[in-house]
């Protein structure tokens, strides 16, 4: 199944006008989940346990549910009841009774588990290659990491084996995995999402993160999820949304505090997005990096990495071979500090969170690279611990000074994946969400319709749903012949000839980024997207065909304009009507 067809809205759409079913999509589903590439799943559920979702649909409606057979999969040290949690470790493993909080209430809005996916054991990394399930596949970049430690709730995501997936994020497990997967990552404000029912890693300081396709299924979910637990002692509330101003600022480190580790295309991608976000109408802020950067370095070199003992410690020490060695190292390190520097440690960081607040205050919010660089697998192999943390430049401090954080897709860097995250103060989260909608607007994309896609046909709500704005008529250069297609409905293909061609009408829209790769997905062969010339000398991209169509399809080039076709249509199947009813 297609990415386009997995998002939250488009199975809506399916479910409620019946062109799909619950049980049609889930089955396929879990069929392709058997059959992903190793690394994605550590679990999965099984036909019975499918059935008993299914009969819970289909006694209820897409209208009562909002969730109503939504797939997703669900990170390894988060409960779902019926399947084993392994944080990563077979030999950790238990069956939860119970649901973790989060995923009850997914659960309870209509949305489906699938299994349970891989990830850095314990929750401990940002590189996804360091569990005995084996390393995730990162789709877009093979050979790459995939990122963690969530990496096989990402990979479950970009290999389009669900709509969404839940993974957990300490120090960017949220975030990492998500820009090497053009994913959008949500990394909420501390206890919006209950943490009741995962697997601690830094109990003071975990989130729940969801995973999503776009901006607008991460609002559905945020919204879906962020309740107030009085089961978990961390819980907070999500207060009312504060709107984005309309004159707003964001924060850039200094140049100086900007690293990218070698990968200069990286920087490059960051400035680009950068102008955008000025193009979506924020103006930049240069801000002071330092007290981030130094609150990132406590995470791991200060005593919080003690608190990772306090969740798995015992059990690391009762079974040692049962870890991985480098997981062993950071979770049981050889020295134990003074209890006073843990004292130290906290005035150090209460110290980093005045500086910080200091350059909140003159920004609305923070834009930073979600990671400097990316590496390969056996690059990461070869050096794990400084590997590993230099992908934690840009995420290791925003637990610990209490920062929210949304993760999303910019523009390729090269040929790898590259993203950045809006930072900002605890509750900001739909604020970030709201910035981030500004950004993604800022990149509009024009597209060339004819046939069923034109105002007043049948297509054309697809892309009024999709929110496309309307440019202008025009047509094309007269190099173009039009055939008709009958399969799925009459439509018509332009093709380019190199004589005897005509100009054809063709309407002009234009749609923001991810609506445009969601409407340019839906297209299905022998249509394509090529590049359309038009009479005035411009080109955009439009619908095109295959050249085989040309061998079975009707021309009928004489009618460049194809309401015309259809009118002509419907007024030949009312006169055979007419004709016939006449002769009975």
Not at 99 to 104: Q, T
Not at 394 to 403: E, G, I, K, R
Not at 418 to 431: E, H, N, P, Q, S
Not at 520 to 542: F, H, K, W, Y
Request: negative net charge; hydrophobic residues 40%.
């Amino acid at each position: 199944m297609r990415s386009c067809e997995l998002s939250i809205a488009a199975l809506r759409r399916a479910y409620r006008n019946g062109s799909k079913t619950p049980r049609r999509v889930l089955t396929e589903l879990l069929d392709a989940c058997a059959a992903a590439p190793d690394g994605i799943w550590i679990s999965l559920i099984d036909r019975e346990q499918l059935e008993v979702r299914l009969a819970g649909l289909e006694a209820s409606s897409p209208e009562e549910l909002p969730l109503y057979g939504i797939p997703f999969a669900v990170k390894d040290n988060i409960d779902v009841a019926g399947l084993p949690t392994t944080a990563g470790c077979p030999d950790y493993s238990y069956r939860p009774e119970r649901s973790a909080r989060v995923v009850e209430l997914l659960i309870e809005a209509g949305a489906v588990p699938l299994g349970k996916t891989n990830m850095d054991q314990f929750a401990t990394g940002l590189v996804g290659v360091r569990s005995p399930y084996g390393a995730a596949p990162n789709r877009l970049a093979p050979g790459y990491v995939s990122g963690g430690s969530s990496s096989g709730s990402a990979a479950a995501l970009a290999y389009d084996l669900c709509s969404f997936s839940l993974g957990t994020d300490t120090a960017g497990s949220g975030r990492v995995p998500a820009a090497f997967n053009e994913l959008v990552g949500v990394k909420p404000s501390r206890g919006v999402l209950s943490c009741r029912g995962v697997v601690p890693a830094c109990r003071s300081l975990d989130c729940v993160s969801i995973f999503a396709r776009n901006l607008e299924d991460a609002g559905i979910l945020l919204e879906t999820t962020a309740r107030f637990d009085p089961e978990d002692a961390y819980s907070r509330v999500l207060p009312e949304r504060d709107p984005l101003p309309r004159h707003w600022k964001f924060g850039v480190p200094r140049e100086e505090d900007l690293a990218f580790f070698g990968r200069e295309e990286y920087r490059e991608a960051f400035r680009r997005a950068v102008r955008r976000m000025q193009d979506a109408g924020g103006e930049k802020v240069e801000i002071d990096f330092t007290p981030f950067l130094t609150a990132a370095r406590l995470l791991y070199e200060g005593p919080w990495v003690f608190e990772r003992y306090a969740a798995v410690g015992e059990f690391i020490e009762t079974h040692p071979d049962s870890v991985l060695p480098v997981i062993r190292s950071i979770i049981t390190p050889e020295r134990t500090p003074h209890p006073s520097e843990v004292f130290r440690a906290m005035y150090r960081l209460q110290e980093c969170r005045a500086a910080a607040d200091a350059q909140f205050a003159a920004v609305d919010l923070i834009l930073t690279p979600t990671a400097g660089t990316i590496y390969r697998i056996d690059e990461v192999e070869a050096d794990p611990i400084r590997l590993n943390s230099n992908l934690g430049y840009y995420t290791n401090y925003m637990n610990l000074l209490d920062c929210s954080a949304l993760a999303v897709p910019a523009d390729r860097a090269g040929d790898l994946p590259f993203g950045i995250t809006l930072v900002g103060k605890a509750f900001d989260d739909y604020r970030l969400l709201e910035a981030a909608r500004r950004f993604r607007s800022a990149e509009r994309f024009p597209i060339a319709v004819c046939g069923a896609h034109l105002a007043g046909m049948p297509l054309h709500p697809e892309l009024e749903a999709l929110g496309a704005r309307f440019l202008g008529c025009a047509k094309t250069a007269p190099c173009y012949r039009m055939y008709e297609l009958e399969e799925g409905g009459a439509r018509p293909a332009l093709l380019r000839t190199g004589r005897g061609g005509v100009s054809c009408y063709v309407e002009l829209y234009e749609l923001e980024a991810d609506s445009f790769a969601e409407f340019v997905a839906g297209i299905r062969p022998p249509l394509g997207l090529g590049t359309l010339e038009l009479a005035d000398g411009r080109r955009v991209p439009g619908f095109i065909g295959e050249a085989v169509i040309a061998e079975y399809a009707p021309d009928i080039s004489e009618v460049a304009d194809w309401r015309v076709r259809v009118k002509e249509r419907k007024r030949k199947s009312h006169r055979e009507a007419s004709h016939d009813s006449a002769l009975s």
